[in-house]
C-alpha cells in the first residue's frame, strides 16, 4: 500500500514546455506539501495546501500552479520549463497542519533540457 | 538564507559504534524538530522528533539532543547497523506557521561492516 504516491518518478522534457506532477496520498491527512530538492541537496518547501486551502505559498515563480482537486490530491503544474527547474520534486502529507511528521513520495526527478 | 545547518557532508561509522549527527539552526522561534533518513531514489522517511520543552527524546537505538541555547540538535545512532547507512535530514518549525519546516542539506551516514 503506498501512503504518497507521485507519477511521473522520471520526466524529461525540452525547455518551454507545460508539464504536471501528481500526487496523492491514501492516509487521510489534511495537509499536502510540495518541495524542491536542488542539486545541492537543498530541500525546500514551495507550498502547502490544507483541506485544498492554499496555507504556504514561498516565492517561487508563477510559472507553479499547484492544484488541489481534493485534499487527497495536490498536483503541480509548470509552464514555460526553464533549465533551472531541473530537480528533484517531492510531494508530502501530514495529519494536519500543526507540528507533526510529514509523508514523503519518492520524488520525481524533472530534468529540462 | 539557510536556517538548518548540516555542516559535515558525510559520516563514516564502523558497524556496532556510536554515529553522532549534528544540526545547527539560527531562528530561535523554531521549537520542533525531526530527523529524517533517506534511501537513494526514495522520499524522506521519518525518524524521530523532539519539542523545544524537552532536550532529550530516545527511541530505540536512536536519540535526539536538543541544546536550544546553543541552536544545535543532535541525533545519535548507538549501535550503529549496515542498514543505517543513508542520507539524514533535519528540519525545523516554528508554532503557527502551518507546519512549515526548514530542512538542512543532509548527512551521508555510512556504516562500515
Known amino acids: 500500500d503506498t501512503a504518497v504516491s507521485q507519477t511521473p518518478k522520471y520526466l524529461v522534457t525540452q525547455m518551454g514546455n507545460d508539464k504536471s506532477i501528481k500526487c496523492e496520498q491514501n492516509l487521510g491527512h489534511d495537509t499536502m506539501y510540495w518541495y524542491k530538492q536542488d542539486s545541492k541537496k537543498f530541500l525546500k518547501i514551495m507550498f502547502s495546501?490544507?483541506?485544498?486551502?492554499?496555507?504556504i505559498n514561498e516565492t517561487v515563480p508563477n510559472r507553479f500552479s499547484p492544484k488541489s482537486p481534493d485534499k487527497a490530491h495536490l498536483n503541480l503544474h509548470i509552464n514555460s520549463l526553464e533549465l533551472g527547474d531541473s530537480a528533484v520534486y517531492f510531494c508530502?502529507?501530514?495529519?494536519?497542519?500543526?507540528?507533526?511528521?510529514?509523508?514523503f513520495g519518492p520524488g520525481t526527478r524533472l530534468t529540462v533540457l | 538564507d539557510q536556517q538548518v545547518k548540516q555542516n559535515s557532508p558525510s559520516l563514516s561509522v564502523q558497524e556496532g559504534r556510536i554515529s553522532i549527527l549534528n544540526c545547527d539552526y539560527t531562528n530561535s522561534m523554531f521549537d520542533y524538530f525531526l530527523w529524517y533518513k533517506k534511501y537513494p531514489a526514495e522520499g524522506p522517511t521519518f525518524l524521530i522528533s523532539i519539542s523545544s520543552i524537552k532536550d532529550k527524546n530516545e527511541d530505540g537505538r536512536f536519540t535526539v539532543f536538543l541544546n536550544k541555547s546553543a541552536k544545535h540538535l543532535s541525533l545519535h545512532i548507538v549501535p550503529s547497523q549496515p542498514g543505517d547507512s543513508a542520507v539524514y535530514f533535519c528540519?525545523?518549525?516554528?508554532?503557527?506557521?502551518?507546519?512549515?519546516?526548514?530542512f538542512g542539506t543532509g548527512t551521508s551516514l555510512t556504516v562500515i561492516p
Open positions: 495546501y490544507n483541506n485544498k486551502e492554499l496555507i
Open positions: 528540519a525545523a518549525s516554528a508554532s503557527g506557521t502551518g507546519n512549515q519546516f526548514y
Open positions: 508530502a502529507s501530514s495529519p494536519n497542519r500543526v507540528s507533526s511528521e510529514q509523508f
